[in-house]
C-alpha cells in the first residue's frame, strides 16, 4: 500500500493551501493518519493527526487555529487545510499512518507504519 499526497505548492503568507493523502488501496484500513513536515535542517515533526473510527482530531500548538485536519470515509482520503500560513511552515509535508490497533494520537513518527512520498509547502514573505 502507498500514501499519496498532493496539493503542495508555493504561496505568500497569509494564504492558504489543501493537502490531500489516499492510499493506493481503497480497502486499505488504518486505526489513525497524520501529517508530519520537515524543514530542511531540522527533524520530522508532528503536524496533526486524525483517528479514522470517531474523528478525534490532534494537533500541534504550532498550527492550533490554523489548521485543519479531516478525512473522507467514502473517498478513504485526509486532508489538512491550511490556513494562515507563515514562512515557518515552509517544509515538505509527509501523510503518514498508523495501522497499530488503536490510535490515541500519538505524534512520534515511529508509531506510523506507512508513509507518503512528501509535497513541498513553500510560504513567501
Known amino acids: 500500500v502507498q500514501l499519496q499526497a498532493s496539493g503542495g505548492g508555493l504561496v505568500q503568507t497569509g494564504e492558504s493551501l489543501v493537502l490531500s493523502c489516499a492510499p493506493s488501496?481503497?480497502?486499505?484500513?488504518?486505526?489513525?493518519m497524520g501529517w508530519f513536515r520537515q524543514a530542511p535542517g531540522k527533524e520530522r515533526e508532528f503536524v496533526a493527526s486524525?483517528?479514522?473510527?470517531?474523528?478525534?482530531?490532534y494537533y500541534a500548538e504550532s498550527v492550533k487555529g490554523r489548521f485543519t485536519i479531516s478525512r473522507d470515509n467514502a473517498k478513504n482520503t485526509m486532508y489538512l487545510q491550511m490556513n494562515s500560513l507563515k514562512p515557518e511552515d515552509t517544509a515538505v509535508y509527509y501523510c503518514a499512518a498508523s495501522t497499530r490497533g488503536y490510535y490515541s494520537g500519538s505524534q512520534n513518527p515511529s508509531d506510523f507504519d506507512y508513509w507518503g512520498q512528501g509535497t513541498l509547502v513553500t510560504v513567501s514573505s
Open positions: 486524525i483517528r479514522w473510527r470517531d474523528a478525534k482530531k
Open positions: 488501496s481503497r480497502t486499505f484500513a488504518n486505526p489513525g
